[in-house]
């Protein structure tokens, strides 16, 4: 079965200060990776994802999130954060098997203060 | 392009009542899913319909039951509510072989 870890549930951090939020996973198979993000009072918008190749990933709104295997690792960063930038912020995984199912982590709350 | 729609965005309910939740995919979509979000427990895996059927259910009881319609569209029906189904309902979708999902806004149903 997959699991998914979230390190951090709470990220607290100062307006245009670097962050990374944790994200480990435990798989017998290989995986895909996501990291999606919730704002307040919405769903969830897809920020970038792994599915093979280069193991760093770049997505929207300058985050990006590098892969490592031999660590069971998918930590999201960006070098600069905005106020904007406050919310809930989920990894998740799924199978490569043709299994489209993605089991998240319980989420890190990302609270970026002037 | 019209995103992942869900509704109604709010659903009071009584205890031991039914709910029944709705999600229209994106267009050309055919795989939907629900998640169930409740406070403090992250994301819950509830179904996943592909083409009018079930493929997979998460570990909740059989009064969550949904379906998917011909025109890929979907149901979720909760029956016998409880106080601790109040959570927010997510609803996505998925293109075949494209991994990774588009979410709707959500459903938050409130059982009182």
């Known amino acids: 079965a997959q699991s998914v870890t979230q390190l951090d549930s709470q990220v607290p951090v100062f307006e245009e200060a670097p962050v990374e939020l944790r994200c480990n996973y435990s798989s017998s198979v290989s995986v895909y990776l996501f990291w999606y993000v919730q704002y307040p009072n919405q769903g969830l918008q897809l920020l970038l994802k792994y599915l093979s190749g280069s193991t760093l990933v770049k997505g929207i709104n300058g985050f990006e999130a590098e892969f490592n295997k031999s660590q069971t690792s998918f930590h999201l960063r960006k070098p600069s954060v905005h106020i904007s930038d406050t919310a809930e912020y989920f990894c998740a995984v799924s199978n490569s098997g043709g299994y489209n199912k993605l089991i998240f982590g319980a989420g890190t709350r990302l609270a970026v203060h002037p | 392009e019209a995103g992942v729609t869900q509704s109604p965005t709010h659903l009071i309910k009584t205890r031991g009542q039914q709910a029944t939740l709705r999600c229209s995919p994106i267009?050309?979509?055919?795989?939907v899913y629900w998640y169930q979000q409740a406070l403090g427990l992250g994301l819950q895996f509830l179904l996943w319909y592909d083409e009018g059927e079930e493929r997979n259910r998460g570990n909740f009881p059989p009064r969550f039951s949904g379906r998917q319609f011909p025109n890929y569209s979907s149901e979720l029906n909760v029956n016998a509510l409880e106080l601790e189904d109040s959570a927010l309902y997510l609803c996505?979708?998925?293109?075949?072989?494209?991994?990774?999902?588009?979410f709707g806004s959500g459903t938050r149903l409130t059982v009182v």
């Open positions: 267009s050309g979509h055919t795989s």
């Open positions: 996505a979708s998925s293109l075949k072989g494209v991994y990774g999902y588009t």
